[in-house]
């Protein structure tokens, strides 16, 4: 069974940071590239960063400088470090796995497990 657990979200002021956590299982940490999405109601979802195996990274344009993806193997977990929060970060946070060689990296179509979600708001 593939799980993928959220944990971090909450509420922060603009300029803030926060930590995200996705915790999985020794397989799909192993066998699988990992991405971070995220969601707003009444939007599409949204590609936020992703690492593959070898520890390339890529991100959004809107994140770069501000987000940092990592993989943390002793735990089997990854984390999305986002620092100079903004409002327009509100949105609830999945991360997901994809096979390494599905394409395009930051499209959701791309991967086929799912957590459930971790809700990030930045207030003005």
């Known amino acids: 069974q593939v799980t993928l657990v959220e944990s971090g979200g909450g509420t922060v002021q603009s300029g803030g940071s926060l930590r995200l956590s996705c915790a999985t299982s020794?397989?799909?940490?192993?066998?699988?590239?990992i991405g971070w999405f995220r969601q707003v109601p009444g939007k599409e979802r949204e590609g936020v960063a992703t690492?593959?195996?070898?520890?390339?990274?890529s991100y959004a344009d809107s994140v770069k400088g501000r987000f940092t993806i990592s993989r943390d193997t002793a735990k089997n977990s990854l984390s999305l470090q986002m620092f100079i929060l903004k409002v327009e970060d509100t949105a609830m946070y999945y991360c997901?796995?994809?096979?390494?060689?599905?394409?395009?990296?930051?499209?959701?179509?791309?991967?086929?497990?799912w957590g459930q979600g971790t809700q990030v708001t930045v207030s003005s």
């Open positions: 020794e397989y799909i940490y192993s066998a699988y590239c």
């Open positions: 690492i593959d195996r070898d520890g390339t990274t």
């Open positions: 997901a796995a994809r096979v390494c060689a599905s394409r395009p990296v930051l499209l959701p179509t791309a991967y086929s497990y």
